[in-house]
Structure formats: structure tokens, C-alpha cells
């Protein structure tokens, strides 16, 4: 590539080293949110959610989900889908979903799927790799099995998580996950549907990714 | 497209414009009661409000402190991730680097997510001036952008606006709109627009809230998606950032990110946060597939060079200051003629532009402490007024450096007048007939009285000096006690 700007690196780090600068000494900490009970952390989590104008429903077990699944789209009368090849539920999305809407799996590059992505597809659906009880906190570690843009394009996304994903806060998540050894390529925190305020502090959802976000807390095995 | 310029060194008029636009002065103060009272309901705890302040403080000063080893970790890690890492002097360089990064593409067409370092640098110009079309992509941004602006605020670019503005904008320059009042639907129309344009772009840009040392991660915070559209849609992506912004650890994120959000818009988190560290890697079938992230010094290494102004650096740019500050409320963002407005932006500007552009901004305030109260990382910014108020009128002290534009504003006259009076002072005799003589002339003193009597009434002066009335006073109750005195 043309540019090379060593020699602006090599200013910039003699001007801040030319500084002596202390860290301060105190040690101070900052107590992050912890839930008593479980109960206590789905239920912060689904209000926070809720309140952040995402849909929640708890089921009692995985066998539920199906059906759930099959009435949201009743309910939506969503006609196209699009889901990643891997994944973990991608196995029941596909049976529930198959025989009722256009569904397709995510396996071409992006490149190829893009027009269809803005375009044609009423609803995504993925997994989570973790959930934030705190603040009503969806966490999606995209792969090739679940793409980015999987949680981003469709105006409406539907996520699936087990209770068992929920940590306390995020702090915790980093700690026990050891997120610092190293991160996947993207990491994407998501509490609720897109929003802004940006004409007249006047709250509009859907600004530019889904306006809908339907989160599926799996409560049980 | 020209954008319409407003310059710090015109401060005064462009205020007194602002102060007479009613319109303006209802959407700022609307605007700033909102966000006012969103701020207080985040924090209902001052305990832990305090506690968090101390952390947020603490973890950016040390953050500072090793700044330079900071930097070339991040070099490192980000390199290690994939992340080709450039740096940039100053804004004309970073314009350069940017504008070759995207011509080395043969791209023409950018979208850029919130990212104020560009609106510092003037990169939509730049690239303009060279055929490459830079959309922004941030709801406010764009109408903004749509209305030839620049952003009045650094989280709500559009707050100065208010609905029918944007309607009428929007009729104006997006065809087949059909003209409503509607919130919802005028976003709707701008999603439409803005979707075009994220298909076609060949290169995004955007900004960076954390830069994490650890990890080679950029982290974004935002709410509209916009965000993460401008980092996976377009096949290659640019971030710019500050050399400010870099932190140590993975775990200061959740605590900044925290007080960021909630002293911001009183959110207790934004809808996305969004980690990136790295372009695609294979078989991943989405993301860019190339990610540069531009470090950009412009003055801060000025700032860094001395203790006190380095707090400047702290920031983690939530905008509490401005939606605190009796004069920001007032006058709005504009008039300041910076990119950065308020209170930070009066501390920040004169590192970025120099004391000569911006020796106004510096006294533009009543140092009313409000700024520094709300502040996430308790950056002192009355006493950093202070401070620059003085540079910007007299010689370096020694052993600091010299900022750019020290004692620019330094005026004869004044300079001449305090000397005198520092004479007087400290000569007893020649002041007390200095002084008597004053009080018998000052009734023959001109009306008006330039700046000080502008928006002030001439202030009565007595038609004694004070020494004089307490000498009568002394006098006379000598004379009281000598007759027995009480009254
Ligand atoms: S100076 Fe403090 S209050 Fe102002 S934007 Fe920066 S962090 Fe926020």
C-alpha cells in the first residue's frame, strides 16, 4: 500500500515520551449489578429487555420451541427467513420453519446474499453465545455459522437463548469467558431493537437495523 | 457542497446571533432538559454514582500514564488481529492517509458512522474535493449533512432542529416524500435513503469509542445500527480515532461503557456495542475484508505534554458537560465555531486550534462548576479554564511548555493597566490620594463604558474611598465612647 507514515508515529511517540506521567496509586473498583437468585437475573433480564421495547418469551423447555417458532409466524405472517448453516438451533429452525415460509441458510459469502439481505427477508434467526442479566443484554459471537449480519439487515431478528447463558453482568461475562486471552473477529452486544432520538428527543425504533427484536429465553432443558 | 462555517475566533457574534434565534433557544432547551433529567433518573444512587466517577477517573488516568506503551500494544495486537494500524500528525495528513486508503481502492462511494475525529479533520470535504462521495449514515448526521451543517452536539448532531426542520429538509432534497410530521415515518424515509447507500458504498468509516490495548479490539457504542452497518457492509473499513482514546485492559471497558452511556443520554446501555478485532477471517462470509484503524495525534500530545491539561485527555466525550452548561444551553453548539462545543470542546479546542483561534472560547464561562460536577471521569474543567485563560494571555511559567498560540491574547493595554495597578498598590501614600482624587473625577467617567457596560448598568461609585469612610467612622465612635457613647 502507498502509505507509509512511519516518521508520523515516530513524532507522535517522541512528543509522549518526552512525559513522565504516574498512574495514580489508589485501587478502586466499581461494584457491577449481581443477582440473589437465578429467578432474580431472568427477571431483570427479560424487564430490562422489555423495557428496551424487545418481545420476550420464556419457555419451559427446548421441545417448545417449535411450536413457538410456527405461531410467531402466524402471528408476523413472515414469508421469507434466512438462518446460518450451523449454529445451534439451526437444526430446529429449519424443521419448524421450512414448510411454512421461504426459508434460507446462510451459505454463501455476504457479497452474494446482500440484495436478497436488504431486500427480500422478512426475519433472521440465530443463537447467543451469552446473555447480560444486568442490562438486558443479548451477546453473539458471529462465525461462519452465524454471520453478522445475521442480527443486523431483516427488519425484525429472532434470538434464542437458554437461561443457563445468563450471567450477572458484563464485567463478569469478560472474566469468566476470558474474553482477554482473545476475541473473535466481531463481538456484538444487543439490548433491543434499533433505535434513535435523533429528530426531537422523539424515541423511533428500526433506525437502521430491526425494528423488531424477539428474544426466545429458553427456561430449562 | 459548501458547508456553512462558523469560526471560534468570532465567538461573540455568532452568540449573540444564537441568543436572538428563538427557535434555536426552544430546541436546545428542550433538548437539554431531557437530557438533564435522563441523566439523573440513570444515576438515582450518589453513592454509587460517586464510586463509579472515582473508577471511570482512575482507570482513564492510568490508561494516560502509559499511553505511549499503550499505543504500541495496540499497534501490535491489532496487527496480530488483521488491523493494518496508520498514524497521522495532523488533520491535513490524516485526510491524506484516509483519502489514499480509499483512492488505493479505485472507491468513490463512502459511508461514514458517527465518528467526530472526521468532523475534526474535515474529511468530507477533503474526500468531496476529490469525486468521493462521504454519506453520513448517523440519523442526525445525515440531516445535518442534508442541511449543509455541521453537528451542533457531539452525541445529538441534529439537536438544534426540530421536526418540522427536518420534514422541511427532507422535502426538499429526498424525492417522493410525502411530506409528514410524523417521527416515525421521517426516520423511516431516512432508512430508506441511507440503505441505498450502505449497498453501494465500497468503504466505510467510523470512529472509535475504547481502543483496547489488550486485545486489539475497537469497540463502537451506539444505538441506530448504523454503526455496525458502516463496519460490515462495505468491503473495507476504516476506523479513526484519537490517540487518546486507547485503554489498558478488556475489563476497564464495562465500567466506561457504563458511566458513558448513562451520563450521555441516561441509557443504562445502548442498543449495540459493538467489538471488532479484526477483518473477515476465513470461512467467515461476512465483515470487511480489509479493517485500518487511523491513530490521530492533532494537538493532543500538546495537551498530554503537561499534568494539568492532560486531564483534557480523560474525556470520554458523553456530552454531560454540554447539557449542563448554562452557556452551551443558551447559546448552542454552533456558536462556539468548533467541532467540539461546551465545555469540553472550550478545553480540547485550544490543543486542536491553537490559544489564537480560540482565546474566547476560554472565557466564555462563568465557571459555575456545573461541567466539572457531571463529568464521568472528573475532569477539573473550571480550573483548566482558568488555566488556559492564563496561557492564552501570558508567557509559559517555566518548566511548562509552551502551548500553541501562548499569550496571544495577551493586550498591551491591559498588561499596562495591571502593572500600574500593582504599583499603586504597594505605594500606600500616592494610592490614598490616587484613590481620593478617583472618587471626585468619577462622576465625570464616559457613558457608556465599552464591553463592561454593554449589558450592565455604570456602577455607582461611592463619594468617599473606602479608607476615608472608616476613618470618619473611627472618629466618630472615638468621640462616642469619649461621652459615654451608648445609644
Ligand atoms: S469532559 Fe467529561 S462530561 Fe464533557 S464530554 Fe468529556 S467526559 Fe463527558
Known amino acids: 500500500m502507498a502509505v507509509s507514515n512511519s516518521s508520523a508515529k515516530q513524532n507522535i511517540m517522541q512528543r509522549l515520551a518526552a512525559v513522565s506521567a504516574l498512574a495514580p496509586t489508589n485501587q478502586t473498583s466499581a461494584n457491577a449489578w449481581q443477582a440473589s437468585s437465578p429467578e432474580q437475573a431472568l427477571a431483570r433480564f427479560e424487564q430490562s429487555l422489555v423495557a428496551a421495547h424487545a418481545d420476550v418469551i420464556i419457555l419451559e423447555n427446548a421441545k417448545q420451541l417449535s411450536a413457538c417458532l410456527q405461531e410467531l409466524q402466524q402471528q408476523h405472517q413472515w414469508q421469507t427467513a434466512l438462518c446460518g448453516e450451523g449454529g445451534e438451533w439451526s437444526e430446529v429452525f429449519s424443521l419448524a420453519l421450512a414448510e411454512h415460509l421461504q426459508l434460507n441458510h446462510f451459505l454463501q459469502p455476504f457479497e452474494q446474499l446482500k440484495t436478497a439481505l436488504f431486500e427480500s427477508t422478512d426475519v433472521t434467526f440465530t443463537g447467543c453465545a451469552a446473555g447480560i442479566a444486568d442490562t438486558g443484554t443479548l451477546v453473539l459471537k458471529p462465525s461462519a455459522d452465524e454471520p453478522r449480519s445475521l442480527s443486523l439487515i431483516a427488519p425484525c431478528h429472532v434470538a434464542v437463548i437458554k437461561v443457563s447463558q445468563i450471567v450477572d453482568n458484563f464485567s463478569q461475562l469478560i472474566s469468566e469467558q476470558h474474553w482477554h486471552k482473545g476475541l473473535p473477529s466481531n463481538v456484538v452486544l444487543i439490548s433491543g431493537p434499533s433505535k434513535t432520538a435523533d429528530i426531537q428527543q422523539t424515541l423511533a425504533y428500526g433506525a437502521h437495523g430491526p425494528s423488531q427484536l424477539i428474544v426466545i429465553v429458553i427456561n430449562g432443558e | ?487
Not at chain 2, 3 to 21: G, M, R
Not at chain 2, 273 to 289: K, L, V
Not at chain 2, 292 to 300: F, P, T
Not at chain 2, 335 to 358: D, E, N
Open chain 2, 1 to 487: 457542497m459548501s458547508v456553512q462555517h462558523y469560526y471560534p475566533s468570532q465567538f461573540k457574534q455568532q452568540a449573540s446571533d444564537a441568543l436572538a434565534n428563538q427557535t434555536l433557544r426552544s430546541n436546545f432547551r428542550g433538548a437539554m432538559d431531557y437530557l438533564q433529567q435522563k441523566r439523573k433518573d440513570a444515576f438515582s444512587d450518589p453513592q454509587e454514582l460517586a464510586q463509579l466517577r472515582e473508577h471511570a477517573e482512575n482507570i482513564r488516568q492510568r490508561c494516560l500514564s502509559k499511553l505511549p506503551q499503550l499505543l504500541e500494544q495496540l499497534e501490535k495486537n491489532c496487527q496480530a488481529n488483521g488491523i493494518q494500524v496508520h498514524w497521522a500528525e495532523d488533520a491535513k495528513q490524516a485526510q491524506q492517509l484516509i483519502a489514499e486508503l480509499i483512492q488505493s481502492q479505485g472507491a468513490t462511494k463512502v459511508v461514514k458512522g458517527k465518528s467526530m475525529v472526521t468532523e475534526e479533520i474535515e474529511l468530507n470535504q477533503h474526500l468531496e474535493g476529490l469525486g468521493i462521495e462521504c454519506v453520513e449514515s448517523d440519523m442526525g448526521e445525515y440531516i445535518v449533512q442534508l442541511a449543509k451543517e455541521t453537528p451542533s452536539h457531539i452525541i445529538m448532531p441534529a439537536i438544534h432542529k426540530n421536526k418540522q426542520q427536518v420534514a422541511d429538509l427532507f422535502k426538499q432534497h429526498i424525492k417522493d416524500f410525502d411530506y409528514t410530521l410524523s417521527v416515525d415515518k421521517l426516520i423511516q424515509t431516512g432508512r430508506e435513503a441511507l440503505r441505498t447507500k450502505f449497498k453501494q458504498a465500497e468503504v466505510g468509516i467510523s470512529g472509535v469509542n475504547f481502543a483496547v490495548a489488550e486485545t486489539g479490539t475497537l469497540c463502537l457504542v451506539e444505538n441506530e445500527g448504523n454503526g455496525r452497518m458502516t463496519t460490515t457492509v462495505p468491503p473495507v473499513h476504516i476506523a479513526v480515532t484519537g490517540i487518546e482514546k486507547v485503554v489498558e485492559f478488556l475489563s476497564d471497558v464495562p465500567p466506561l461503557f457504563s458511566i458513558l452511556t448513562r451520563s450521555a443520554t441516561g441509557q443504562h446501555i445502548t442498543t449495540y456495542f459493538n467489538m471488532i478485532s479484526g477483518p473477515r477471517r476465513a470461512p467467515e462470509r461476512d465483515g470487511p475484508s480489509e479493517v485500518h484503524l487511523v491513530l490521530l495525534d492533532n494537538g493532543r500530545s500538546q495537551a498530554y505534554a503537561d499534568e494539568a491539561l492532560r486531564k483534557t485527555l480523560q474525556c470520554i466525550r458523553c456530552g454531560a458537560c454540554m447539557n449542563h452548561c448554562p452557556v452551551y444551553t443558551r447559546v448552542g453548539g454552533h456558536a462556539y465555531g468548533t467541532t467540539y462545543p461546551g465545555p469540553i470542546g472550550k478545553i480540547i479546542s485550544p490543543h486542536l486550534q491553537g490559544l489564537a483561534q480560540t482565546s474566547d472560547l476560554v472565557t466564555a464561562s462563568s465557571l459555575c462548576g456545573a461541567c466539572e460536577e457531571v463529568c464521568p471521569v472528573k475532569i477539573p474543567i473550571p480550573s483548566l479554564l482558568q488555566r488556559l485563560r492564563h496561557d492564552a494571555k501570558l508567557p509559559a511559567a517555566e518548566q511548562t511548555p509552551s502551548l500553541k498560540g501562548q499569550a496571544s491574547a495577551a493586550s498591551w493595554t491591559e498588561h499596562t493597566a495591571w502593572r500600574m495597578w500593582a504599583w499603586l498598590s504597594t505605594h500606600p501614600s500616592i494610592y490614598n490620594w490616587a484613590m481620593a482624587v478617583g472618587v471626585k473625577l468619577a462622576k465625570y467617567l464616559p457613558m457608556p463604558m465599552g464591553e463592561w457596560t454593554r449589558c450592565r448598568n455604570k456602577p455607582e461609585l461611592a463619594s468617599q474611598t473606602f479608607h476615608q469612610t472608616m476613618k470618619r467612622r473611627a472618629s466618630k465612635s472615638v468621640t462616642r465612647s469619649a461621652t459615654g457613647g451608648a445609644r
